[in-house]
């Protein structure tokens, strides 16, 4: 069926994300760091990754093995336990810092998780205000936009929100005084709490935030933050759906903390990019105090067989082929390149990275908040021109975020480079 540009036109969903770099872009194959573009020679060089999902490089040939043989392999039935859930469990629970007697249940996409993890410790403790941070991104549906910062969602527009949440700043360990900001957080958590604990079910935090552009807090800021809460009787949740699955050179970043939450969110590449399999990994007990009968919980295509097989395989993977080594020296070769490149233009500042998650800040020559977030929106617009895609971040859209596939080149980071330059140049 011949497709008209009138047609993409008129089909095209005003809501979709497309529309933020060309909605006339119609992607035709990907492979490995390279997107190709229908009518285009050059492939584009994603250094967003399908926002994390293809960690391990579009159409990687044995993940698409294991999406195959996860087809073969397992009969398409659904709501029932298996040893292949109880395989995928041990493996993702033994990788906790703190295992403990903590198990997964295996909901559809990263928001679906944020759900069950809210109404778990809503249940388990009886009270309803959840904690979350200024610059916190938790997903679309509405207990996910409910802690999810305003400046990513315009939520007055949708109604009403389930719950009470009650918002705190986040600190980024390379803000002035980091450690000072930290601290007087801490501070004004704890006397929240000391008012509030008969209220607050759960402290929800991500280790680092994602979406506003991969602020990684100072010190012991999060573990600081877990003694509080423990204090408190109040439940830790801690979303590692964009930070999980090796982004940050670990399995889990709490891997480099060492920190003990209650409950650990996974998502994103853990069925490999295909299957959207997401993990709520909490203590027994939380679970134990879920009214059960009709739980609440399960959903027609939760506990999927097809895609915890995959991720099985998935587990295998990055075993075999050391994937956090990997993260870890790719992500600090790619840093040294970026740093040496950025390091010669003022407008960028605050570079920062942890594995292969990469954030920095753009500053307008007015120094004016705006100016930086239009600077940055030409900066995505000119690195699109140039097929290079990336994305803006941040509560006022003045950052940008880099999320590599681990199995980029020295010679596609080189050409990163070159677009990169290029594009600042055209920017200054
Ligand atoms: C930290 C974090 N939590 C939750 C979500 C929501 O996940 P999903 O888009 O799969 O619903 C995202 C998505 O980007 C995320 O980065």
Known sequence: MAISVNDIKRYNTPVDETTIYDPLALVTKAKGSMIWMYGKKEPYIDLLMSYSSANFGHTNKEILAYVKSAAEKVDNIIGFNSSEKAELSKKLVELLPHPGNKVPYFPVGGTKAIDAAIKLAKAYTKKDIIIAFSGAFHGYSYAGMSVTDDAFVAKSQFGTYPGKVKLFPFPHRLAVDAQRVA????????????????????????????????????????????????????????????????????????????????????????????????????????????????????????????????????????????????????????????????????FIKELDHI????????????????????LAKQIRKEAFRNHLITQTAGVHGDHMKLSPNFFITKTEVQLVMKKLKKVFDQCR
């Open 183 to 346: 601290k007087d957080i801490l501070t004004k958590i704890e006397t929240y709490l000391k008012a509030n604990h008969n209220k607050v079910a759960a402290i929800l935090f991500e280790p680092i935030q994602g979406a506003a552009g991969f602020l990684i807090p100072p010190g012991n800021f999060l573990s600081d933050l877990i003694e509080i809460a423990k204090k408190y009787h109040v439940v830790t949740i801690c979303d590692e759906i964009q930070t999980g699955v090796c982004r940050t050179g670990t399995f889990y970043y709490i891997n480099q903390v060492g920190i003990d939450p209650d409950i650990v969110l996974l998502s994103k590449s853990l069925a490999g990019g295909y299957y959207p399999l997401s993990a709520v990994i909490a203590n027994r007990e939380i679970y134990e105090a879920v009214d059960t009968g009709h739980s609440g919980f399960d959903s027609t295509f939760g506990t999927n067989l097809f895609g915890i097989e995959i991720a099985n395989n998935v587990m295998s993977y990055i075993k075999k082929n050391k994937i956090p080594n990997l993260v870890q020296k790719t992500g600090e070769y790619f840093f040294h390149e970026l740093k040496q490149l950025t390091d010669t233009y003022s």
């Open 355 to 374: 594995g292969m998650a990469y954030g920095y800040r753009v500053e307008a020559k007015s120094g004016k908040i705006e100016d930086g977030a239009a």
